[in-house]
């Protein structure tokens, strides 16, 4: 594994030698390589390089054949994918995938649910600790639907909104969670430059917040202007792993994804 280039961060996450199958195809081959706190790591590679089947590993969807995946040292694969959020781990998805009838807000929140410790009963019986988490939980998505310039939908239904404010509150959803670890899967699919310029301010202002991101993405300019590191897949391995200069200037990722103009 390259050393990451936040060196003096705790390990947050391990990918160990993990392989994946699918009847006789393999789409993740003996896979490594690790996730610091604070760190920006993006992954690129052709399609059907095994981007999305590594993040469907990480959200416990997809059980490795063998290999270890770890979050700060503990082992994933013995927990259920609904354990993820307690583990640290959000995730945004390459289709957005909201709550069309409920509103920004009311999406947000359900990110913020997911970390709450209100059992069936205490919700039943609307008891104070219950209504000081409901009240806590609006406060923190407010929060963020302010930090992702969302106030103006903030009452209209997902489902109305043209698909870069529904990018936007998908992102605020998973953010709502808390995560240690943000797994965005082809976050700037489909938005315009401007969009696309918000998408990297707040992807540095969470980094910033102390959380560490996973970026799966196509756009490479934008890889490569925010990653600390680069992990490059081909066919389910990694063909190299380095700083986004290394990458840029590697022969066999240029030979593989990048081409010469790169």
Not at 44 to 61: D, E
């Amino acid at each position: 594994m390259a050393d990451s280039e936040c060196p003096d961060a705790a390990l947050l996450l391990e990918v160990d030698d993990i392989t994946v199958r699918f009847g006789g195809i393999t789409a993740l081959a003996g896979l490594s390589f690790s996730v610091r706190e604070r760190e920006i790591c993006g992954v690129i590679g052709p399609n059907g390089a095994g981007k999305t089947t590594l993040f469907n590993c990480l959200s416990r969807l997809y059980a490795p054949a063998e290999g270890d995946i770890r979050m700060s040292g503990r082992s994933l694969l013995a927990l259920p994918s609904h354990d993820m959020v307690g583990m640290g781990i959000g995730r945004t998805f390459q289709n957005v995938a909201l709550f069309n009838t409920m509103t920004v807000r009311e999406n947000v929140m359900a990110g913020a649910y997911g970390i709450t410790k209100a059992g069936f009963l205490r919700n039943l019986l609307r008891t104070p600790a219950t209504r000081r988490e409901e009240h806590d939980t609006g406060e923190r998505a407010d929060a963020l639907i302010e930090m992702l310039g969302l106030q103006a939908h903030a009452g209209r239904a997902a489902g109305e909104l043209p698909f870069g404010v529904r990018k936007r509150v998908e992102l605020a959803r998973a953010v709502a969670t808390n995560p240690k670890l943000l797994l965005l899967d082809e976050p700037a699919a489909g938005l315009n430059h401007d969009e696309l310029e918000a998408l990297k301010r707040n992807i540095l202002a969470l980094r910033d917040m102390d959380t560490a991101v996973l970026l799966v993405e196509h756009h490479v300019g934008m890889v490569m202007t925010l990653s600390d590191r680069v992990v490059v897949l081909n066919f389910g391995r990694k063909l190299a792993e380095g700083t986004p200069q290394e990458i840029q200037a590697h022969p066999e990722v240029i030979d593989a994804y990048l081409g010469a103009s790169h």
